[in-house]
């Protein structure tokens, strides 16, 4: 159907977000027209590959998606299939890559769908050209710095035969007033700073992502008091470094007063952020967690190395002493804090030496968890030009060996709480067990108990009856 035969009584609007709500109305007016000719709703698929941020530019496309009166679904052989991409290791593009050619012998069957990859992924041109060469069923490609014009270029897409390609070297802000579906109703994700300029030298993501721009406060604290008068009680800050949140702004604001301007927002209960930099962590941060009860008593504070030699190669800027004594100034300002890490194993020239420091930190921190990554070489970083790239066998012992000593300290660490009543936020009913519902403590463990959904998204007191390792089996406490 000819989509400019849709009457629509204006020319698109050259300001944003007015443009893209101009886009939405063309493309909800050709969703009606082709469900009415069809005899059936019209379909989106929305898969998130990859971290926090762009699980939350997700939660915006669907919300896109939905005004414009697709249905939500999870199944793959939808109208409209959209890949929300990761590049940060290799196998994230592969999986990618996995799942384009299943999607190849879909869209044989249903010649009409119509598929489309952004994020992260598509910031690298390379990956175009592969996509151009081997893969010419995609439809529609855009990156990390235009997500917010899914309508525009949708509706493009819908009025071409060839593939619709919109990649942007860098961005401002993202323009952040468009619809969103969030995944829960009572959490939600927020932006408060866009890219990364720390450039560690095995990490694309300062190339995808571009570099660091930090919003208004006033902006953010808007979106989470609208957020709270939806019902939200929990909220995370998300940025690739939140620690330098602020410092490029004309009138330059503290990450740790930010967090307090949000505590004072009322109806949130909760408030975790993602991710520090070790090197960034100010004592005003530390001091703030410890005197807002609202502010989780989680941190996540990637190690990468516990060898001050590698850190120096991987450019982090902190040595194994002063981690250790960041992280031991934490858990004395905090006692019972969480921390949790990120740890790669393999960087180029990594040795047995350097490889048992990253041991020793782990055993004398004491993590919740940690989440553990072999060395993936990125094109286009320092550290894929440098020699001495460890071998695989040798990688993947160590990383066995890693796996094992994060595992058996977390499982202790995470059970410290058991036998204590603690606050609970339920997410939702139990798939496995009926009359039962899941929760997660400020540390963000699970906890499961007897409830039912009219508990999902409250806050109660729950007694933390049975320790299971990595989640506890509990039961409400009388003063909920
Ligand atoms: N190889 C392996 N892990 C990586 N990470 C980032 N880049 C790489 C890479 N090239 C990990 C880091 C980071 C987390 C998000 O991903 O540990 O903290
Ligand atoms: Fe990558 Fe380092 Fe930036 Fe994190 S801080 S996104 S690891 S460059």
Do not use: W
């Given at each position: 159907m000819n989509l400019d035969k849709i009457d629509i009584p204006f020319e698109p609007p050259l300001k944003?977000?007015?443009?893209?709500?101009?886009?939405?109305?063309?493309?909800?007016?050709?969703?009606?027209?082709?469900?009415?000719?069809?005899?059936?709703?019209?379909?989106?698929?929305?898969?998130?590959?990859?971290?926090?941020?762009?699980?939350?530019d997700s939660e915006r496309l669907r919300g896109i998606l939905l005004q414009m009166g697709f249905e939500e679904s999870e199944n793959e052989a939808s109208d409209f299939v959209l890949y929300n991409t990761c590049t940060v290791r290799d196998n994230a593009n592969q999986k990618v890559y996995g799942h384009l050619g299943y999607l190849k012998t879909i869209k044989k069957k249903n010649p009409h769908m119509k598929i489309a990859l952004c994020g992260c992924m598509m910031q690298e041109k390379a990956v175009i050209e592969r996509i151009k060469n081997s893969y010419p069923f995609v439809d529609l490609i855009f990156g990390t710095h235009n997500v917010f014009k899914l309508a525009e270029l949708l509706y493009n897409c819908l009025t071409k035969d060839s593939m619709v390609i919109d990649i942007w070297d860098s961005g401002d802000i993202a323009v952040e007033a468009l619809p969103s579906k969030r995944k829960y109703s009572f959490k939600s994700g927020v932006n408060i700073m866009y890219g990364c300029n720390n450039f560690c030298s095995y990490c694309i993501v300062p190339y995808v992502r571009g570099r660091e721009r930090s919003r208004m406060p006033g902006e953010i604290l808007s979106e989470i008091e609208a957020l709270a008068c939806d019902g939200v009680k929990e909220v995370m800050l998300l940025g690739q470094n939140v620690n330098s949140y602020g410092k490029t702004l004309k009138e330059p604001v503290s990450f740790a007063s930010l967090l307090r301007q949000v505590c004072q927002i009322p109806g949130v209960e909760r408030i975790r952020f993602m991710t520090s930099h070790p090197k960034d962590l100010s004592d005003e941060l530390i001091e703030t967690m410890r005197d807002c009860p609202k502010v989780c008593r989680h941190l996540h504070l990637p190690l990468q190395s516990g060898s001050s030699r590698i850190l120096n190669l991987m450019n982090r800027r902190y040595t194994k002493e002063q981690y250790l004594e960041l992280a031991g100034r934490i858990?004395?300002?905090?006692?019972?804090?969480?921390?949790?890490?990120?740890?790669?194993?393999g960087f180029p020239g990594e040795t047995e030496e350097d490889f048992a420091e990253t041991l020793d930190v782990v055993t004398r921190?004491?993590?919740?968890?940690?989440?553990?990554?072999?060395?993936?070489?990125?094109?286009?970083?320092?550290?894929?030009?440098?020699?001495?790239?460890?071998?695989?066998?040798?990688?993947?012992?160590?990383?066995?060996?890693?796996?094992?000593?994060?595992?058996?300290i977390s499982s202790q660490v995470c059970m410290r709480y058991?036998?204590?009543?603690?606050?609970?936020?339920?997410?939702?009913?139990?798939?496995?067990?009926?009359?039962?519902?899941?929760?997660?403590?400020?540390?963000?463990?699970?906890?499961?108990?007897?409830?039912?959904a009219s508990l999902v998204g409250k806050l109660v007191n729950v007694k933390l009856t049975e320790a299971k390792g990595f989640y506890y089996i509990g039961k409400m406490a009388e003063n909920s």
């Open positions: 944003e977000p007015a443009r893209q709500y101009y886009f939405i109305e063309k493309c909800a007016q050709y969703v009606k027209a082709e469900s009415e000719r069809l005899g059936r709703p019209l379909f989106s698929a929305v898969k998130t590959f990859g971290c926090q941020m762009n699980a939350h858990q004395k300002a905090i006692p019972n804090i969480s921390l949790t890490t990120d740890i790669i194993v921190v004491r993590y919740d968890s940690a989440f553990t990554f072999i060395y993936s070489k990125r094109t286009g970083t320092p550290a894929a030009a440098m020699e001495n790239q460890v071998p695989e066998a040798v990688v993947k012992e160590r990383f066995d060996r890693l796996l094992c000593q994060v595992q058996k058991a036998g204590t009543v603690q606050k609970v936020l339920v997410e939702c009913e139990n798939d496995h067990q009926i009359g039962y519902v899941s929760g997660r403590l400020d540390n963000n463990l699970l906890v499961h108990f007897p409830g039912d």
